[in-house]
């Protein structure tokens, strides 16, 4: 009698661990994907953060002896790939606009320094809203996913919180070697007027 008391109090514990480990794992990540499109290992990380804060998080990181970078996105095939396993809301990027552009479609790079060519912007991005929207003054130089459609946005980074980073994590090769620091962010330039 006592065994299957002991059984019974055993087999609750158990659905109740079982229980907790699915409460806690909502919120939780699984392990990386790995996508067959190019090998590399891919994940979502909650991490609310500015942009530069999440470049210096994810090259902290590493998965099977891989090092991590904000995940970069090459092809429309990758992007539907990255986008359709995880959908998060609005993460970062890889990628941002340098200093000196003078458009806000031109000086676009990716953070690991792989060749720029792909885009996926959604409607009317990139736009570097909202003062002086269309007109590049520096006002949103980094990229993330749009909540909710897998295209991309032109976001600032002074006030920005994303709610998290996509991580693509590879081998790193000479030519594609990241950058030893985050880029730092755009001065704020003055418009003037004739």
Request: negative net charge; contains cysteine.
């Amino acid at each position: 009698m006592s065994a299957l008391k002991s059984l019974k109090s055993l087999s609750l514990l158990f659905v109740l661990c079982c229980f907790g480990l699915f409460l806690t794992g909502i919120n939780a990540h699984a392990e990386p994907v790995q996508w067959e499109g190019n090998g590399h290992w891919y994940d979502a990380i909650d991490f609310p953060s500015n942009w530069i804060d999440a470049f210096k998080d994810a090259r902290s990181r590493s998965y099977l002896g891989l090092p991590g970078h904000l995940v970069t996105l090459t092809s429309q095939e990758e992007n539907d790939f990255v986008w359709g396993t995880f959908q998060n809301d609005a993460p970062w990027l890889g990628a941002f606009q340098v200093p000196w552009a003078r458009e806000v479609d031109t000086g676009w790079k990716w953070a690991t320094r792989e060749p720029w060519g792909f885009t996926n912007w959604s409607g009317g991005e990139p736009n570097d809203c909202c003062g002086t929207a269309g007109v590049e003054d520096g006002e949103e130089n980094f990229l993330q996913f749009w909540p909710e459609t897998g295209q991309w946005n032109d976001v600032g980074t002074r006030e920005s919180q994303g709610v998290g980073y996509f991580i693509e994590y590879e081998a790193r090769t000479a030519q594609e070697s990241p950058l030893g620091a985050p880029p730092a962010t755009h001065p704020q330039r003055k418009l003037t007027t004739t």
